[in-house]
């Protein structure tokens, strides 16, 4: 078969996704709203900018603390290619937390009182310091960045089941979802080239199980998301099981000094 006739076939299926895509798109966003396979839980649009923003403000200090290690920490001995991805992603972060606390405002919602703890526990997520050297930070934004996107397409119903009133925090989101979608890219694709590790830019059809954090395989859901060709989601309970661990910070017990008795104590009087 001749160089030509094997382009003409591989352009077959091309030309056919070209029609299928705009196809896919109408329907998406013209069709009756679809079964709610995707949620443990209807969110409206404000709770679901609470919950999103809550996520970003995770992103947003865990690389502003990379950036700290990356110039006085674990992270000095960083290649430069990874540096410059923590200033990059955490500059994104940053702007997504001012992009969505606006978005959140014109909905009536309180942005300032969506807090997370001053210093939230990232060492639940490998069971270490994810700052203390440059492969267990990767590994560990790769699961951050990861959980970000499948966040945000888990949250899509709502917004659309929503109508007009959940418009504005759609189009924050879909905004917001591509960058993570490059972000998450980006950090496995410095995890396979800067330390050979056996994943690739996307969650592959074949990838290890501990390397997908979320449920890829949904046996309600019509779409295969264990394909290459889809990616799944995470709902807001899976993602908060996930992540509670950072949030709930555990803080060290008071210490107070045992108190010496000056005389013998008194016999503790029953009640009875």
Not at 215 to 231: C, V
Not at 245 to 256: A, E, F, G, S, Y
């Given at each position: ?34 079964p709610a396979y995707a949620q443990d839980a209807v969110l ?229």
């Amino acid at each position: 078969m001749s160089l030509k006739n094997l382009a003409c076939g591989a352009m077959r299926p091309i030309k056919l996704s070209l029609v299928l895509i705009p196809l896919l798109f109408l329907f998406m966003f013209f069709s009756p709203p679809a079964p709610a396979y995707a949620q443990d839980a209807v969110l409206s649009p404000r709770e679901v900018a609470e919950y999103a923003l809550t996520l970003e403000k995770i992103e947003a200090d865990f690389y502003r603390r990379a950036a700290d290690a990356a110039i006085n920490g674990g992270l000095v001995s960083a290649p430069q290619m990874a540096k410059d991805a923590i200033a990059s992603y955490g500059e994104d972060e940053a702007k997504h937390v001012t992009d969505l606390s606006a978005a959140l405002l014109s909905i009536g919602g309180q942005p300032d009182a969506i807090k997370i703890p001053a210093n939230p526990n990232y060492s639940a997520i490998l069971g270490r310091d994810p700052f203390a050297n440059p492969t267990d930070f990767l590994l560990a934004g790769q699961y951050v960045e990861d959980l970000g996107v499948a966040a945000y397409k888990g949250q899509v119903q709502n917004l659309l089941a929503a109508g007009d009133a959940g418009k504005p925090i759609l189009a924050a989101a879909l905004e917001i979802h591509s960058v993570e979608a490059r972000h998450a890219a980006g950090i496995r694709f410095l995890r396979q080239m800067l330390l050979g590790a056996d994943v690739r830019p996307w969650i592959a059809t074949n990838a290890s199980p501990s390397e997908v954090i979320y449920n890829e395989n949904r046996i309600d859901s019509p779409i295969p998301f264990n394909l290459d060709a889809f990616d799944g989601y995470a709902t807001k309970d899976e993602v908060l099981a996930l992540v509670s661990p950072i949030l709930n910070v555990t803080q060290p017990p008071i210490q107070t000094p045992t108190p010496t008795p000056s005389k013998p104590s008194e016999p503790v009087r029953g009640l009875w």
